[in-house]
Structures are given as structure tokens and as C-alpha cells.
């Protein structure tokens, strides 16, 4: 136990030498002296930030450390507009890697494969002029007009963890971030994967690029596009078409003629299912249409269903990291603070998800001695380890940390809560505003 919170503070520390340049990139001559805020501490702040005012922040900070505050607000702020956040997003890209080089055994796979999800959500942002000129305002109606920035995440359906996250303006398209995500899927890891997608991800381009790079993937389709195939398909039933596109089926690329050329000149082979669902709430069936290039031998129709379902999974990682984890309450209201706070906040829930996977498999939860069957809680293992393991990586010597990682396990071990049947969370619109009290200088 505790193995990979040790691996943890090793990496972290060490990263901050080998990605010095990524680090400093735009600020060459940043964090070239001995200061008192160097990277490697700046980032422990990062990531134990609970949502106070920045003085109070830095004073916890500190103390829990057993060291005065002889750092400004102001001189903190100022370190941290050198330190580059897509550092910070490549270091947590290289850590996960490694996480899945390393740890192949023990991940949970469907058939052979890691299920993977792509999707989007709105966050909202600091509502500044330089935010709202790069990121984009909402068009709501009434007097207020937040500034939104669209977070898209490339997420591990049954291990938990995020892979990859992309930002970018509230009015990005989806489906140039999934394109992303699978560019990053396939160098990130050598595991066979299969990748779910939404209705609105369907485009041939997306089908193209995944078709050639040899990965699988799942997408809920629309009943009107393809319809020249699905409407051969009967309810609960499947096929497999071998599908080719004439000029007038590629109208939609006619402004990238050589996509265009590729797409009459391609035979795909696409299997269409038919998976009959009926609506809680009005006892209605309707079929849901899923498109796939996986076969009948990899995946049966009913695999196929269990393999969509996993998807709602991001779903919950979205409430966790928006509810739970005060995703959008940020410490300061620049795009570099902005960016930082979040990839911190998507690499503390992976941490966070990561440990709880070690803790279930070195203590099983007695489930005969509960009416439900129960699993850790995540909300108040957030906290925990939020705590407890700055304190650790923050040791001096491997018996104090290895004591404050006790301490940490034991907390998370005491608090479970029920999983209830037939209960979802649904994503919810946040309230939050960007409360905290930032400085506005910075």
C-alpha cells in the first residue's frame, strides 16, 4: 500500500528538473535563481488549494509545513504567471503513461480492452475583457452574460481516470477535441482501446482517423444520418455494410477535396446495431442505433450495450471534478492561473482515484454487513488526500511520510456511502461565479 503515493513524490519532484524548459517556456530567465518559491513548491500549492483566500492559502500552506509565511500574495502570484500550465499538462500526460506502462495487470478491462469516453462541458470562467475576447460570453438571456470556456476530457471509463483534458473556447468544435484525444489515446497507451462517443461526434472524418489509425470505437448515431444503412436494420438486431460514399453523399467535405477524394475512393466496413430501450418515465421503447467497427466476435450485441452504458461514467467524473472538486472556483483570474488550477485539479483527481483503486484492493469492503452493497467516498477521500498528502510529499525522511500516509488510509477507510439501485447523477449547472477573493492584478 502506499506504493504509488511514494511513486508519486518521487516523479513530481524530479519533474521539476527535467521539465525545467517546458516550465519556464516564454520566461527564459524564471526560476534560474534560488528564491524562495521554487517550481516544485509552487506546484505543491497548487494542488492543495481548498478554496480560501489567497492569504490564507499561502498561511496553511506554510504552517502545515512548520515554516513562517515570508512570502507576499503578490510575490507568490507573480512565480506563478512564470510557470507555464501546459507543463503541468505534460507532466500529468508522461505520469499517467507511465501509470499505464507500469500497472497494465491490474487494470479492469471489458473484453481485452480499456473503455474509454470522449466529452465535452462549459466551464465558467473569470468574467474579464481578455477572457471573455479569447474564450467567448454565453448568450443568455436576462442581465448576466458569463464568460464560458468548453472543457473537453478523454476519460477511462472503468479505471477512473482522465487522460487527457482539452480546453479552448466555448464555441470549439467537439469534434476537432476528439480528433485530439485520439491523437493523444495513441500515444499515451499501447493497451488495446475502444473509445465511445456521443451523437454529435459523428462525422466521416473522425470515422476516418480512427479507422486508419487501427482504433475501435463505439458512437451513438443520429436515425437520420446513414439512414441508407440503419433503416436495414431491424430492432434488437445487428449488421455488418460494407459502406462507400458517391459525390453527393461527400457534400459536406466538397471544401477539402482531397478528404473528399479519399471518401469516394474508401470501402468501410461498419457494423450498425439496434439496441431496444424503453423510457422509465412513459414506458415507451424506442431503439437506440450504435455504429461500431468492432465485430461480432469481439463484442455481442449485448456487449455492446454493456460497453455504451460504461460512457455514463464520465458523466460522474464531470459532477466530481465540477461539485466536489470546485473545478471553476480559480485562484486568480489570468488564463495561466486559470489553466493551472485546472489541470492541478484533473491531476489531483486522478491522484485521488488512483489511491482509492490501491486502498480497495489491499481492503475489501465487508459488503454482508450492509443493507447496500457500499464503496469508498470519494467527496471526503478528496479532502483526505488533498491534506494528507502535501504533508507527505512534503517529509523529509520515508518513515514521516510513510506516517502521514497511514493516517491518510485510515480516514478513507472509516467513510463509505451506499451504491443505491437506479440512482444517476445527472450533470448539473454550476452556480459558482469564481468566488474566490483572487487578486484582481493578477
Known amino acids: 500500500m502506499n506504493e504509488k503515493m511514494f511513486e508519486f513524490n518521487e516523479y513530481i519532484e524530479e ?63 507573480k512565480a506563478r504567471m512564470n510557470y507555464n500550465p501546459n507543463a503541468i499538462k505534460l507532466m500529468m500526460k508522461d505520469y499517467l503513461s507511465m501509470i499505464y506502462e507500469n500497472d497494465d495487470a491490474s487494470l479492469v478491462k471489458l473484453n481485452g480492452y480499456l473503455v474509454t469516453a470522449i466529452d465535452g462541458s462549459d466551464i465558467i470562467l473569470p468574467s474579464t475583457t481578455e477572457n471573455a475576447e479569447k474564450y467567448g460570453v454565453h448568450p443568455e438571456t436576462g442581465t448576466a452574460t458569463p464568460v464560458m470556456a468548453k472543457l473537453s476530457l478523454l476519460y477511462d471509463c472503468i479505471n477512473k481516470l482522465v487522460i487527457d483534458p482539452c480546453i479552448g473556447p466555448y464555441k470549439s468544435s467537439e469534434r476537432d477535441f476528439a480528433s485530439e484525444h485520439l491523437h493523444t489515446l495513441k500515444e499515451t497507451l499501447r493497451q488495446p482501446t475502444v473509445t465511445t462517443l456521443d451523437r454529435g461526434y459523428f462525422s466521416m472524418r473522425l470515422i476516418d482517423q480512427m479507422m486508419d489509425s487501427g482504433q475501435k470505437f463505439v458512437m451513438r448515431m443520429d436515425n437520420q444520418k446513414l439512414k441508407r444503412y440503419s433503416s436495414q436494420v431491424a430492432s434488437g438486431q445487428d449488421q455488418t455494410f460494407e459502406m462507400t460514399f458517391d ?80 473545478l471553476e472556483e480559480f485562484s486568480g483570474i489570468r488564463e495561466r492561473l486559470i489553466l493551472q488550477d485546472i489541470y ?90 469564481s468566488r474566490r477573493s483572487y487578486r484582481y492584478t493578477y
Not at 424503453?278 to 460497453?307: H, I, M, P, Q, R
Not at 470519494?378 to 512534503?394: P, R
Not at 497511514?406 to 477507510?413: A, H, V
Open 15 to 77: 519533474a521539476q528538473v527535467i521539465y525545467l524548459e517546458d516550465i519556464r517556456e516564454g520566461h527564459p530567465k524564471a526560476f534560474t535563481r534560488k528564491r524562495k518559491t521554487t517550481p516544485y513548491t509552487l506546484m505543491l500549492q497548487m494542488f492543495a488549494q481548498k478554496g480560501n483566500t489567497q492569504f490564507s492559502e499561502l498561511l496553511n500552506f506554510y504552517s502545515s509545513q512548520g515554516q513562517p509565511l515570508d512570502i507576499s500574495t503578490v510575490g507568490f502570484y
Open 247 to 326: 459525390r453527393a453523399q461527400t457534400n459536406d467535405y466538397r471544401k477539402d477535396k482531397t478528404f473528399r477524394t479519399k471518401l469516394m475512393n474508401t470501402t468501410y466496413t461498419l457494423r450498425f446495431v439496434k439496441i431496444p430501450l424503453t423510457k422509465s418515465e412513459t414506458g415507451e421503447v424506442y431503439d437506440e442505433v450504435l455504429l461500431t467497427n468492432l465485430s461480432a466476435d469481439e463484442f455481442s450485441l449485448e456487449g455492446l450495450k454493456e460497453l455504451y452504458r460504461l460512457r455514463w461514467e464520465i458523466e460522474t467524473a464531470y459532477n466530481v471534478l465540477k461539485n466536489r472538486m470546485k
Open 344 to 433: 492541478c485539479c484533473i491531476w489531483l483527481y486522478n491522484l485521488t482515484m488512483i489511491h482509492l483503486m490501491e486502498v480497495n484492493e489491499a481492503y475489501e469492503i465487508p459488503q454482508d454487513h450492509y443493507k447496500y452493497e457500499m464503496k469508498r467516498n470519494i467527496n471526503i477521500a478528496i479532502g483526505i488526500i488533498k491534506t494528507y498528502f502535501i504533508q507527505s510529499v512534503m517529509s523529509e525522511t520515508r518513515e514521516a511520510r510513510k506516517k502521514s500516509m497511514d493516517q491518510m488510509n485510515t480516514l478513507i477507510l472509516k467513510h463509505l456511502v451506499p451504491i443505491r439501485p437506479n440512482r444517476q447523477a445527472k450533470r448539473q449547472n454550476s452556480v459558482n461565479k
